[in-house]
């Protein structure tokens, strides 16, 4: 969680280790979110741009994406065209992956990356507090309700994050695109012909379907500084609205729990992020 009070809860450990979330070992705090950022959103035709796989929070990243991990990986350019990266474009600096790009044309850019599943065991109150502080309130109060707060789990997970780009003074249509993903957090009107103050209204969607009350969470980075986040729910058409009160680079994101049947699993979790950034 990325508030004014993430130091606080960050600084308390786990007591055990668990694989990292995308692929390397890790002893950490909750879970670790997926952001795709750049050190500006807006960029000149023709351009070479860095994309970061921010691992952890959206300044940090406690470690690199395994491309075996990687589901799918795609650039959409004004008009739909999609270019899948290479291997040569992807790179690890310290704990965090880099993905080089060049844009063509002026427009509205996407840039999208999707994990494949992948399972971890938590123990109860660790799980508790990664659903108390990474918000996921209603399955929080569904266990407390079951009286299941003691009971350890095992989770399925995958990450399903993109990021809005601006190239040029053109703004078209793309950052709309479906990228047919288990969970979307989608703009329904372009991010860059808002202003601080305005609203900025997202859809998300599971499976490509509106999921109506929906918790989601939203903040932005300035010089450096993250803000407070704010929350909101989707409505009954699966929107959610947040009023973007600073310029500043932004992000959406949520997760969408659901309980499971399966034998040795409780929980399947699906995370999404946008980000995009706002003059």
Not at 40 to 61: E, H
Not at 66 to 87: F, I
Not at 223 to 251: H, P, Q
Request: glycine residues 8%.
């Amino acid at each position: 969680m990325f508030s004014e009070r993430d130091g606080l809860h960050r600084a308390r450990k786990w007591a055990f280790c668990v694989p990292l979330l995308i692929g390397v070992g890790m002893c950490g705090v909750f879970a670790h979110d997926l952001f795709l950022k750049l050190d500006t959103y807006f960029l000149k035709p023709g351009t070479r741009a860095t994309v970061k796989l921010l691992n952890g929070t959206f300044q940090t990243s406690d470690g690199i994406v395994r491309r075996e991990r990687l589901r799918d990986a795609r650039v959409v350019l004004p008009g739909g065209d999609v270019v899948r990266p290479s291997a040569e474009q992807w790179r690890d600096e310290a704990q965090t992956t880099m993905l080089d790009i060049e844009t063509k044309g002026a427009g509205t850019y996407v840039v999208g990356v999707s994990t494949a599943p992948r399972e971890i065991e938590l123990r109860a109150k660790d799980f508790n507090e990664y659903l108390a502080h990474d918000g996921l309130p209603d399955t929080l109060a569904e266990r407390r309700r079951r009286g299941e707060l003691n009971k350890d789990v095992r989770e399925r997970y995958s990450k399903h994050v993109r990021a809005i780009l601006q190239v040029g003074d053109e703004r078209t249509d793309d950052y709309k695109t479906l990228l047919g993903y288990p969970v979307e957090i989608v703009p329904v009107s372009n991010p860059y012909a808002l202003r601080p103050g305005q609203v900025l209204e997202v859809l998300f969607l599971k499976d490509g379907k509106p999921v109506a009350d929906q918790f989601m969470l939203a903040g932005y980075e300035l010089n450096g500084r993250l803000s407070r986040e704010i929350s909101a729910r989707t409505d009954r058409n699966g929107v959610a609205r947040f009023r973007l009160r600073s310029r500043g680079k932004w992000y959406v994101k949520t997760i969408h729990m659901t309980r499971v049947s399966e034998p040795h699993l409780d929980y399947e979790s699906k995370w999404a992020t946008l980000t995009f950034e706002l003059r």
